[in-house]
């Protein structure tokens, strides 16, 4: 927010809405729950680490889901697996927030067509907020998934739904595809 | 072709595979069946499974054989021969250094296979997940339960005819 590099040195006033200091206070310090399920947590647990250090967003790991307000659901969701992800989400207190990350996750992934034991999307089963398509993403794709999370949880007023929010941060998002094809462009050119 | 087979007999790992069978050819006669010289793998088949126990003790324990280590044993569906099979893959590990796989079939709807799981240790989780994956049962197992699928989980799934359930819970599972 950059009010710590401000330096208030006199007794000063802050004016601002309830709304945006609690949506400040969430976004801060999202926690998210300790579990990963397949080769997608490698890639989530780097990005944990110290090289992507995910602590500077104030996101780092809890190990029950009592404590946590955001499910990564990293890897492979099994059909065996898949209650157990239910029961973990319902412990978790609202406001609780869900990314899928990975193609396992978001739609079965490799396991789509003969994986018999995979759930084909955990939105089957729970609600998810936001998608990180890869086969692993990349931490960097894991990051921007979690800045998404950030600004929808900035979408967030007292008395709106989350649909309502999530319908706010579809109307402000803007469509990635014109800065590609001037990146490629330039990549080009250069 | 001929010729490539007189090649690989002579491999050293087929000659030894072969002395190993000779002895019990010559133990269990008729149970044992005729020596494959697959070069990858050199096997035999246990043509009567009931004593396929015997067989396996025999293996470890006989000071000419001293089969200490399974490596693997794996589940086959032959489905043109109505059976299901296991191959384990054996080997005198540290001892006389030889390997062999022997194979053992059984019916395909209610087979059953004796369990070696008391011979080789190994072989008691490798036996679950044959059950788990082709449906044959293991006598005298110590712990018979599916190993990955869900307990509750319908069919074998690499059985060739597998096709997959419907719902599982109340949860969709196909595409
Ligand atoms: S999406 Fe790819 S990397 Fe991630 S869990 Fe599935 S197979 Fe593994």
């Known amino acids: 927010m950059g009010l710590l590099d401000a330096k208030i040195s006199k007794h000063n006033v802050l004016v601002t809405s309830v709304d945006n200091v609690m949506n400040w206070a969430r976004l801060s310090s999202l926690w998210p729950m300790g579990f990963g399920l397949a080769c997608c947590a490698i890639e989530m647990m780097a990005t944990n680490a110290s090289n992507y250090d995910l602590e500077r967003f104030g996101i780092f790991p809890r190990a029950s889901p009592r404590q946590s307000d955001l499910m990564i659901v990293a890897g492979t969701v099994t059909m065996k697996m898949a209650e157990r992800v239910v029961r973990l989400y319902e412990q978790m207190p609202e406001p609780r927030y869900v990314l899928s990350m990975g193609s396992c996750s978001n739609c079965g992934g490799p396991y789509w067509k003969h994986g018999y034991h995979v759930l084909k999307g955990v939105d089957r089963i729970i609600p998810v907020d936001v998608y990180v398509p890869g086969c692993p993403p990349r931490p960097e794709s894991l990051i921007g998934g979690l800045m998404k999370i950030q600004e929808l949880i900035r979408m967030e007023q007292i008395g709106i739904s989350r649909a309502e929010a999530l319908k706010k941060l579809e109307e402000k998002s803007m469509d990635p595809s014109q800065l590609i094809q001037e990146a490629r462009k330039s990549a080009k050119a250069s | ?175």
Request: charged residues 30%; glycine residues 6%.
């Open chain 2, 1 to 175: 072709m001929g010729e490539t087979q007189e090649n690989t007999s002579q491999l050293p790992e087929v000659i030894e595979a072969k002395a190993v069978w000779a002895v019990l050819k010559e133990k269990f006669g008729d149970a044992v069946s005729e020596f494959d010289e697959n070069p990858t793998m050199p096997f035999f088949e246990v043509l009567e499974p009931e004593r396929w126990l015997d067989i396996a003790l025999f293996m470890r324990d006989s000071p000419k054989l001293r089969f200490t280590y399974m490596a693997c044993l794996s589940g086959v569906d032959y489905p043109e021969e109505k059976k299901l099979g296991i191959v384990c893959n054996l080997e005198s590990l540290g001892e006389l250094g030889h390997k062999i796989a022997v194979k053992v079939r059984c019916e395909r709807e209610g087979g059953v296979i004796s369990s070696v799981a008391r011979v080789w240790k190994t072989a008691e989780w490798h036996e679950r997940e044959a059950f788990d994956m082709y449906g044959m049962t293991f006598s005298n197992h110590p712990d018979l339960r599916r190993i990955l699928c869900p307990e509750d989980w319908e069919g074998y799934p690499l059985r060739k005819d597998y096709e997959v359930q419907e719902t599982y819970h109340g949860i969709k599972v196909p595409e």
